[in-house]
């Protein structure tokens, strides 16, 4: 592997590092648009619960959503976040999520973990789907109940 190819491959995991980050800072602040933004413009959520699996696709229902789930105030931590470049402008990952409550004084309620897609656009890295598999939940934001 050339110098040129390593740098970019850096780059590459840095920029996708940096999206579950970005993802938990949003969250902390309330911005669902934020989260939005995130996402390629036809990405998709999708929780996977004991009683099946709901998806959300695209840019305005992704902000619809996730301004609906922060009413419950969670605190995420995500960690152990483990990318691989797939091709040239595509990667996989998996990340880890340990969930508090703002509302319940920091209260431990949820953990499960993240499978990503993420895709090189021209406005950066995103991600292309996000499916969140819940191990523990405590408490569900009414957007998941529907």
């Not at 969250?27 to 996402?39: M, N, P, Q, S, T």
């Not at 499960?112 to 993420?118: L, M, R, V």
């Not at 499916?131 to 529907?146: G, T």
Request: aromatic share 10%; hydrophobic share 40%; with cysteine.
């Amino acid at each position: 592997m050339t110098l040129d190819q390593q740098v970019r491959e850096l780059l590459a995991r840095e920029a996708i590092r940096e999206l579950p980050n970005r993802y938990c800072d949003c969250v902390w602040r309330g911005d669902a648009a934020g989260i939005a933004e995130l996402f390629a413009r036809d990405g998709s959520f999708t929780a996977i619960v004991e009683q099946g699996a709901r998806t959300i696709r695209g840019r305005a229902e992704l902000a619809a959503f996730f301004a609906a789930a922060l009413d419950m105030q969670p605190r995420p931590y995500i960690h152990n976040h483990v990318v691989e470049l797939v091709a040239e402008g595509l990667a996989t990952g998996r990340c880890y999520l340990d969930l508090r409550s703002a509302r319940q004084q920091m209260s431990w309620i949820g953990a499960g973990y993240y499978e990503d897609e993420y895709i090189a656009t021209t406005d950066g890295w995103k991600i292309q789907s996000r499916r969140f598999h819940a191990v523990r939940m405590d408490e569900w934001p009414d957007a998941l109940r529907q």
